[in-house]
């Protein structure tokens, strides 16, 4: 019986940690803007600051509605039992931030910050180095009304210039924020070689 109180208790702990309030602080109003942010929070090693910047509950809520007003897509148009479902799961975003975090992908963008960081320190790169060189924003695209695309970051450290991906950022009423996990890309290559080291 202890043990399950013991265990009881450390879940809650987790779940009151882990599902904190909304995240606030510098917003970007360009994808250029979150490329630098998300790099200036990689060299101060700043997750709480880098969690600014994930999705969060007024995001999603943001797309979930234009998803609602657009019956879906033209590609993928939603029946009215999904249409149901839908309005359901927003009401339930609007005050419920630990089910935004479990229902989009904050964990797993959360957690490539910490990897990312580790990887690039792996093949070579000094942080404390780190200076934004450019950016490639690609794949632009258009879902329910909001604007999406991939930020390719490009930075020096040392004597070589280093490619990161910002995947699936998205365009909200806050400004850009990150819709998916980092993606490190190693040594920069020139665009037609960019694809080759993606994991």
């Not at 604007?147 to 806050?174: E, M, P």
């Not at 993606?183 to 020139?190: P, S, T």
């Amino acid at each position: 019986m202890k043990l399950l109180s013991t265990i009881f208790l450390a879940m809650t702990f987790f779940l009151l940690v882990a599902c904190g309030g909304k995240q606030s602080g510098p917003t970007a109003d360009s994808g250029k803007m979150l490329a630098k942010l998300v790099l200036s929070s990689m060299v101060k090693n700043d997750e709480e600051g880098f969690e600014n910047f994930i999705i969060n509950g007024e995001d999603l809520v943001q797309f979930y509605t234009s998803k609602l007003k657009n019956k879906g897509s033209e590609k993928y148009p939603l029946n009215p039992e999904q249409l149901e479902l839908l309005k359901k799961d927003i009401d339930r975003m609007k005050n419920n931030e630990c089910y935004v975090k479990t229902r989009s992908s904050y964990f797993r963008i959360k957690d490539s910050f910490t990897r990312i960081r580790k990887k690039a320190e792996k093949a070579g790169v000094n942080w404390k180095q780190a200076q934004f060189v450019d950016v490639d924003i690609a794949n632009k695209r258009t879902r329910y009304n909001i604007a999406h695309a991939d930020i390719y970051l490009q930075f020096k450290s040392g004597d070589k210039n280093w490619d990161l991906k910002i995947d699936d950022v998205v365009k909200t009423k806050r400004g850009w924020v990150i819709g998916d996990k980092l993606v490190w890309r190693g040594q920069y290559q020139a665009p037609e070689n960019q694809f080759k080291n993606s994991k």
